[in-house]
Each structure stands twice: as C-alpha cells, then as structure tokens.
C-alpha cells in the first residue's frame, strides 16, 4: 500500500519561500506520476505541480514561474520549492501519486503488485498559510 507523508507547511509572510516535502514508504521510481495538488476553503482542489517518470512537469497557471519541483531518488522524495508566496497561496497541500497497472511497487520491506486499474494515492496534506 502506498503512503504519502508531507511535510514543512506552516505560516510564512507575503513574499516569503517555503519547501514542501513529500516521503513515499517506497520506491518513488514506480510512480507515473507523482506530484502537488491544493485546496482553499470553498474551493475545489487544483494541480500544483506534477512529474512523470519519465521527467515532464506539468505547473498549475496560478503558479507558474514560483516554483520548483524536485525528486529525490535515494530519499524517495518529492520537494516542492515555492516562492514569492502570495495570499492566494494559502491551502492545504496535497502529494499526489499515481501507478499504472502492471507496475510492482517496492517499499522497504516488501513488494506489491498492481494488476489493475491504476491508482491514485493521495498524502494527508499539510497547510500553508501566507499572512503578514
């Protein structure tokens, strides 16, 4: 079973920097895709930020241009570098993963078959708050 922890949201100023980070209990490699969503209060969830495997990103339009999406192979991984914070910005943040079937998932003490459909994992998520 895939898990998801994030990680590093909090309260940061207008302008600010802040990196989100996302642990699988496995081998990120088996992931499609893998990647962030968000949700504001009242409002529907929104992609962030996602990558394949095979290396294409994908930025949500509102932003675009602030911020960097990351992954650490070794560490199993995601980061996700955010910049010029904007009020707008405040959410709850949400890694995502999707596996394809037919693909084993390896965690650090088993393996785990996915004959079929693909799957989507979702992290608890992790809040962001943009405020002076």
């Known amino acids: 079973q895939v898990q998801l922890v994030e990680s590093g949201g909090g309260l940061v100023q207008p302008g600010g920097s802040l990196r989100l980070s996302c642990a699988a209990n496995?081998?990120?490699?088996?992931?499609?895709?893998m990647g962030w969503y968000r949700q504001a209060p009242g409002k529907q969830r929104e992609l962030v930020a996602t990558?394949?495997?095979?290396?294409?990103?994908n930025y949500g339009d509102s932003v675009k241009g602030r911020l960097t999406l990351a992954r650490d192979f070794a560490e199993n991984t995601v980061y996700l570098q955010m910049y010029d914070l904007k009020p707008e910005d405040t959410a709850d943040y949400y890694c995502y993963a999707h596996i394809k079937a037919g693909t084993y998932y390896h965690t650090y003490s088993d393996s785990v078959y996915y004959p079929g459909p693909d799957m989507d994992y979702w992290g608890k998520g992790t809040l962001v708050t943009v405020s002076s």
């Open positions: 496995g081998s990120i490699r088996s992931f499609n895709a």
């Open positions: 990558i394949t495997s095979s290396g294409s990103t």
